[in-house]
C-alpha cells in the first residue's frame, strides 16, 4: 500500500499550489498537524469546494490559505446537459493547458455515475474513438483524477443526488497512468474522506496486460472492465493497435489470473459495429473464448464519431445478445446516455471549437 489517502490528497494540493511539499505549505502558514485533517475532510467527504466554506477554521487562516490552496485543478470551461436533463458533461482545463472532459449520469435505476478521464487525450488510436483522434497529450495526476470526481459530486448533490459510481471510461487508458490511478482510486475509496466503495469503482482498459496483473496485486476490490471489442486477433488489431503489443490470447491469460486471484467478475465491453463485428459467427467465437466463471458482457452500441462505423441494429443486437445467452454468457446492452451532446462512450474529444467557445468559470 502507499501513503494514506489523506497524505496524497496534501502533497499533491499542496505541489499544485506551488509548494515543494505538504511540509512547506503548513511552514508557511504554521498550522497545526489537526487542521490538515480537518481540511482534508471538509475537501474530500463535505465536498467544500474552497477553505472560505470550512467553517471550523479561524476567519484569519481561511483567509490566509483562501488564495494560496485553491481546492481545485481544474477549471470547469464548457457545460452541456443533454436534452433530457439525465446527462451532463463538463469540459475542463488543467494546469499547462490540456483539456480534458468528464460525465455526470443518472440512471434510471436511481444510480448516478461519474464518467472520468485518466489521460489528457490517448495513445492508443483505437481506429472507432474520437478521443484517439486527437493523439496524447499527458497524463494526469491522482488530484486531477480526483478533482473531477468532487467536481461531479457537487453537481450530483446540488440535485440532492449522491454518487453511487465512478467507471474510468472517459479519455485515456487507466493502465497506461497506473499509479496516478492507484492513488486516486484510494482518495475516491477512503472511508475518512470520498468513501466511495472500491466496489462501486470500475477500470476499464483496453487489455494493458501488465496494469492487469498489477492490479491482481493490489487486493483492492475495484472492478475490471476490458474493452475486447473483437472475438478474433486479426479483427482486434485492426480495431485496437493495441492489440499487437498483447494479442488475445495473452489478454485472456491475464483476466483468467485476476479472476483466479480476486474472484472478482470480469466485465468485457463489446462494441457493436454494423457488419464488422456483429455477426452470428463472431458472437459464437466470443462465447467460445469466455469460457469459465465471472464473467460478464456489456454489449454497447456505437456512438457516432468521426470514424467510418455504423452502429448495428437493433435485432442484430439482440440477436447477438441471445447467442451469447443461450451459451450461458451473462450479456446486458448497455444504455447510451448523453449521444445529444457527445458525451456517449468514445464521443470524449476536446475539440477547437468547444474549445474555443468555452466560458472561464471555476468548478
Ligand atoms: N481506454 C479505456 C477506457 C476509456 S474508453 C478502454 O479502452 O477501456 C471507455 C469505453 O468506451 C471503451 O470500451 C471504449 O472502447 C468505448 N468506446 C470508444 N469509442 C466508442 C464509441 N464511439 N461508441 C461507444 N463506445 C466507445
Same mark, same amino acid.
Given at each position: 500500500m502507499g501513503a494514506p489517502p489523506r497524505d496524497i490528497w496534501w502533497s499533491q494540493r499542496a505541489r499544485a499550489s506551488g509548494y515543494a511539499s505538504e511540509a512547506e505549505l503548513r511552514g508557511a502558514f504554521g498550522f497545526p498537524d489537526y487542521r490538515l485533517n480537518q481540511i482534508y475532510r471538509a475537501a474530500a467527504?463535505? $465536498? =467544500?469546494? +474552497? *477553505?472560505?466554506? *470550512?467553517?471550523? $477554521? !479561524?476567519t484569519v487562516l481561511r483567509r490566509r490559505l483562501a488564495h494560496a490552496l !485553491? %481546492?481545485?485543478?481544474?477549471? =470547469?470551461r464548457h457545460e452541456a446537459v443533454s436534452a433530457d436533463g439525465q446527462t451532463t458533461k463538463v469540459l475542463f482545463g488543467l494546469a499547462g493547458g490540456q483539456e480534458i472532459e468528464a460525465v455526470l449520469m443518472r440512471h434510471r435505476n436511481g444510480r448516478t455515475t461519474a464518467c472520468i478521464s485518466s489521460q489528457a487525450g490517448c495513445a492508443l488510436k483505437c481506429d472507432f474513438c474520437a478521443t484517439g483522434q486527437s493523439g496524447f497529450r499527458r497524463n494526469l495526476t491522482a488530484l486531477e483524477i480526483f478533482d473531477q470526481a468532487l467536481a461531479l459530486a457537487r453537481r450530483a448533490r446540488t440535485r440532492g443526488e449522491p454518487l453511487t459510481n465512478i467507471v474510468f471510461m472517459g479519455m485515456g487508458e487507466p493502465f497506461l497512468n497506473y499509479d496516478a490511478v492507484m492513488d486516486a482510486v484510494a482518495l475516491l475509496n477512503d472511508p475518512k474522506g %470520498? +468513501? $466511495?466503495? =472500491?466496489?462501486h469503482i470500475t477500470i476499464s482498459t483496453a487489455g494493458v496486460v501488465p496494469g492487469i496483473r498489477r492490479l491482481c496485486s493490489e487486493g483492492i476490490q475495484v472492478n475490471l472492465a476490458v474493452s475486447l471489442h473483437a472475438p478474433d486477433d486479426l479483427l482486434r488489431t485492426k480495431l485496437m493497435p493495441i492489440n499487437k503489443r498483447w494479442p488475445i490470447a495473452s489478454l485472456m491469460e491475464a483476466v483468467r489470473e485476476y479472476v483466479a486471484a480476486t474472484r472478482r467478475k470480469v466485465f468485457y465491453e463489446y462494441l457493436m459495429l454494423d457488419g464488422c463485428n456483429d455477426r452470428p459467427a463472431d458472437a459464437r467465437q466470443l462465447a467460445d473464448l469466455l469460457g469459465g466463471p465471472l464473467h460478464h458482457v456489456n454489449l454497447i452500441p456505437y456512438n457516432a464519431t468521426d470514424a467510418a462505423y455504423v452502429r448495428s441494429d437493433e435485432a442484430v443486437v439482440r440477436r447477438f445478445q441471445e447467442i451469447l445467452r443461450e451459451r450461458g454468457v451473462p450479456v446486458t446492452v448497455r444504455q447510451t446516455m448523453g449521444a445529444d451532446i457527445a458525451a456517449a462512450c468514445g464521443q470524449l474529444r476536446v475539440d477547437r471549437a468547444s474549445a474555443a467557445g468555452a466560458v472561464a468559470r471555476s468548478s
Open positions: 467527504k463535505e $465536498l =467544500a469546494d +474552497g *477553505i472560505d466554506s *470550512i467553517t471550523v $477554521l !479561524p !485553491p %481546492f481545485t485543478t481544474l477549471a =470547469a %470520498f +468513501g $466511495l466503495g =472500491a466496489r
